[in-house]
């Protein structure tokens, strides 16, 4: 990395209040009511590894504009919702979320070690938010022992990474004993925000004879740190394969250049691109959405530009809970007569004939 005109903020342990924020130089003194206000919603945390990669002097840094509350954040338009994605109606009990017949989320934590302003599900994750007790998870583990359609089970939450190392191996444990899951899958920001605790040991317990995908949520090429890449690859070297997820985020990565280097330093490092979220309406999170349109657009440009195994599908998680669904951009018109017209990468035009004549 290129050495920083400014200092970067160095601190030893997580950032979690204003009066951080403000020691860190990262706010101004004025700004701490209205920080605070926030506060009262929606838990603050960025990690040293995080803090470390903010530029103090940059209004706009990608970092920060992530971590750092905006009183924006307490603005919330009619069309925002508490349960953005509708998990709610998809609980049979507690922890799980039940939507689609072969998959299930399992949420045993509700705790992240940053948390971000856009969180699709900042209305239960957070330092008040509620974990699993050991009953609970027993429960939740019951639920998916006796439900023999469920093929996969995606551990999601909160951050389950940041779960110690005796339960993470326990959770993943049961898993793998349940005959009929297949597929083991986590969500995690951990190795670009705290990858220490991506060790050795942690790559171990995940090793066990069903595959576990582990999803990486990750928004800005600057997220991958030295420190970042190592922990991707201790996860990938042990057998694990990488995907990731992407929020499209006006002002920090809505444009061509900052996604073409995003997905390319995933690739680098062995990660398949996977979803481009486009923001969900959570509330206080408008400033950070930008239309499908504008998505769309951006999808464009990578196509044909970037490399095939660089693309991620474009989706839309439809609020009320209905699922996700792929809103790329088209390229194919149905013409009279069952022909097609398609559009190249460069915006040509060309007729494709219909089939069997
Ligand atoms: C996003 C999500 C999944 C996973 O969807 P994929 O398209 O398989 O990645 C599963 N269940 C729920 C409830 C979800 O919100
Ligand atoms: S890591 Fe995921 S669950 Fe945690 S605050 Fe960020 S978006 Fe929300």
Known sequence: MDTPATPRVNRQRTTRSSQDLLEANLISPSDV?????????????????????IDPADANDAIARQFIPDPRELETRPEELADPIGDIPHTPVKGITHRYPDRVLLKPVH????YCRFCFRREVVGDNGEGLSPAELDAALTYIRTHPDIWEVILTGGDPLILSKAKLHHII????????????????RIPVVDPSRIDAEVAQILKVSKPVYVVLHTNHPQEFSDAARTACATLIDTGIPMLSQTVVLKGINDNPETLTQLFRTMVKNRIKPYYLHHGDMAKGTSHFRITIQEGQALMRALRGRVSGICQPTYVLDIPGGYGKVPIGPHFLQKQEGDSYYVEDPWSQMHVYPPQGS
């Open 111 to 114: 705790v992240c070690p940053v």
């Open 173 to 188: 444990q049961a898993l793998d004993q349940i005959e009929h899951v297949d597929v083991i899958r986590i969500h995690t």
């Open 33 to 53: 009511a209205a920080i605070d206000a926030v506060n009262e919603h929606f838990s603050i945390a960025v990690t040293p590894d995080m803090m470390a990669l």
